[in-house]
């Protein structure tokens, strides 16, 4: 089966870190992104050597190019209280400690969410907590990418501004990135479905993050419609984003690189990620690692369209 160098999804740990890679290989992903133990759970075990071991030894065999992680939507950087943030920053310490050992690339997080606070004072308590970890995690070379968010209540990162902030006024932006999420964009009011808002929305991530620092991107369609502020994700094509954002992206020279994976529904599995990942692929010409085409001008017509967890996420992901 045919690999497709930066396309894939977002695979199942069950049974063990290296299962998520087979998976992966399963349907020709050349990108995954893992959870690197219950992200619904603060506690977790120490990750063994052998574990280490065969995770490396499985990524070799399988020979998938980018793998990533996604921090447990537990953790809130921005929260106030001094206790829930010392938890936070030594959960999210964890877990690059771990994606380092794994030689992961990036750890996606959420930025989190103010909880009332206020948009400054929220973003300078990310900001302290970004400082805190990778004081701690010197000299590693697993990135952070800063997940932009559907926007609702005090969820910080809705607008390419906001994550700019972040980054410019961390100690170490060399460790920051972003992960741009496709639903997440839309629901937060970029109306990327139209050739005029794509580049829009492309000019301002590089004016205020810069396209360099894109790390990853989530593809997922979106549920519910412009602005809502619902992160919410359907099938790709089958929402009120449709088809054209996704070739418009796939076909983008800048983002060629850049590993994009699925955040879609999961039932039925594994049939939801095959058929996704099809749709996906059929957007793409046959020369696309080589393609010059422009940005914008591909692509097939979409259709008409204490935690920050239950404030700014929904998901099924394991």
Not at 246 to 273: H, M, Q
Not at 286 to 307: D, E, L
Request: aromatic share 6%; charged share 25%.
């Amino acid at each position: 089966m045919r690999t497709y160098d930066e396309i894939g999804a977002h695979m199942s740990i069950a049974g063990g870190l290296a299962l998520a890679l087979e998976r992966g290989q399963a349907l020709a992903c050349g990108a995954v992104q893992v959870f690197l133990k219950n992200h619904r759970q603060w506690a977790a075990r120490p990750m063994a050597d052998d574990d280490v071991r065969l995770f490396r030894a499985t990524r070799r065999a399988t020979g998938i190019r980018h793998v990533f992680a996604h921090a447990s939507y537990l953790v809130n950087l921005a929260t106030p209280g001094p206790a829930p943030w010392r938890q936070a920053v030594d959960a999210f310490t964890d877990e690059l400690e771990r994606a380092e050992a794994l030689g992961l690339a990036s750890v996606v997080i959420h930025p989190g969410s103010h909880m009332g606070l206020g948009v400054e004072a929220g973003l300078d308590r990310v900001v302290a907590a970004l400082d805190e970890v990778t004081a701690r995690t010197a000299g590693y070379r697993v990135k952070i990418a800063l997940e932009n968010t559907a926007g609702a209540g005090g969820c910080l990162g809705k607008s390419f501004a906001e994550l700019g902030a972040m980054i410019r006024r961390a100690r170490r932006p060399e460790r920051l990135g972003v992960c741009i999420d496709t639903c997440h964009l839309f629901a937060a009011g970029y109306d990327i479905r139209t050739d005029e808002g794509w580049r829009r929305a492309t000019a301002e991530c590089a004016r205020e993050v810069g396209l360099g620092r894109v790390l990853a991107f989530h593809l997922n369609d979106a549920k519910a419609g412009l602005g809502s502020g619902l992160d919410r994700h359907e099938h790709i094509g089958r929402g009120f984003l449709g088809l054209r954002p996704f070739g418009w992206l796939l076909n983008d020279s800048r983002f060629r690189r850049v590993p994009k994976v699925l955040e879609t529904p999961k039932e039925p599995e594994p049939l939801a990620d095959r058929r996704n990942l099809a749709a996906l692929r059929r957007l793409r010409p046959v020369s696309a690692p080589t393609s010059r085409r422009r940005a914008g001008t591909a692509g097939a017509p979409g259709r008409a369209s204490t935690s920050a967890r239950s404030a700014c996420t929904r998901s099924g992901r394991t």
